[in-house]
């Protein structure tokens, strides 16, 4: 979260920077642009003009007007130039930006993963401890069935073995009373 705030600050302040060039530097260079343009095409008129009137202009001042047409370029240029290093400086620090966005992402991608692997661990061995006790619950059934059962058979097998005794006892008496 830190890697991501950083970048978009980052990324902000820069774009700021731009946004402000645009208006410092790209829109005073265009403007001496177009000062440039009107500079070199008024004094060429009114040279044609003044020549079609038959006076000649003397080069000096031809070239002091070329001259102030050059300085108005070369700034502008300069302008320009410096407009385009912060453009530049911006786009490196959005494609830096981006990159650790996109790292900071897979980073993230990864620790989620983790949690989920662990998570699904846990889940498992939530799962093996219900089964466990489910099959523990059912063998302690089939054993408590089994003693029930085998107490049952024991009980009808001392019923039996005491009512054969008894027949056994009463065929007894019966011969030594006849016998008596």
Same mark, same amino acid.
């Given at each position: 979260? $830190?890697?991501?705030?950083?970048?978009?600050?980052?990324? +902000?302040?820069? %774009?700021?920077a731009? @946004?402000?060039?645009?208006?410092?530097? %790209?829109?005073? @260079?265009?403007?001496? @642009?177009?000062?440039?343009?009107? #500079?070199?095409?008024?004094? &060429? /008129?009114?040279?044609?003009? *003044?020549?079609?009137?038959?006076? =000649?202009?003397?080069?000096?001042? =031809?070239?002091?007007?070329?001259?102030? /047409?050059?300085? %108005?370029?070369?700034?502008?240029?300069? *302008?320009?130039?410096? /407009?385009?290093?912060?453009?530049?400086t911006?786009m490196?620090?959005?494609?830096?930006?981006?990159?650790?966005?996109?790292?900071?992402?897979?980073?993230?991608?990864?620790?989620? $993963?983790?949690? $989920?692997?662990?998570?699904?661990?846990q889940?498992?061995?939530?799962?093996?401890?219900?089964?466990?006790? #489910?099959?523990? $619950?059912?063998?302690?059934n089939?054993?408590? &069935? #089994?003693?029930?059962k @085998?107490?049952? +058979?024991?009980?009808? *097998?001392? &019923?039996? *073995? %005491?009512?054969?005794?008894?027949?056994?006892?009463?065929?007894?008496?019966?011969?030594?009373?006849?016998?008596?």
């Amino acid at each position: 979260m $830190g890697i991501q705030s950083v970048s978009s600050f980052s990324a +902000g302040k820069s %774009l700021k920077a731009e @946004s402000a060039s645009i208006e410092n530097n %790209l829109k005073r @260079s265009n403007q001496l @642009s177009e000062k440039a343009e009107q #500079t070199r095409n008024r004094p &060429q /008129h009114h040279m044609d003009k *003044l020549v079609s009137e038959g006076i =000649t202009v003397e080069d000096d001042v =031809t070239a002091r007007l070329k001259q102030a /047409h050059s300085k %108005l370029n070369s700034e502008s240029i300069t *302008l320009r130039d410096t /407009h385009q290093q912060i453009s530049n400086t911006t786009m490196k620090t959005r494609i830096q930006s981006d990159a650790m966005m996109q790292a900071s992402r897979a980073v993230h991608d990864i620790i989620q $993963g983790s949690f $989920g692997v662990t998570a699904a661990e846990q889940n498992k061995d939530a799962e093996i401890m219900r089964a466990n006790q #489910t099959v523990s $619950g059912e063998v302690d059934n089939v054993h408590q &069935q #089994t003693a029930k059962k @085998s107490s049952e +058979g024991e009980s009808a *097998l001392r &019923q039996a *073995l %005491l009512a054969i005794l008894n027949n056994n006892n009463d065929a007894v008496s019966a011969v030594a009373s006849k016998m008596a």
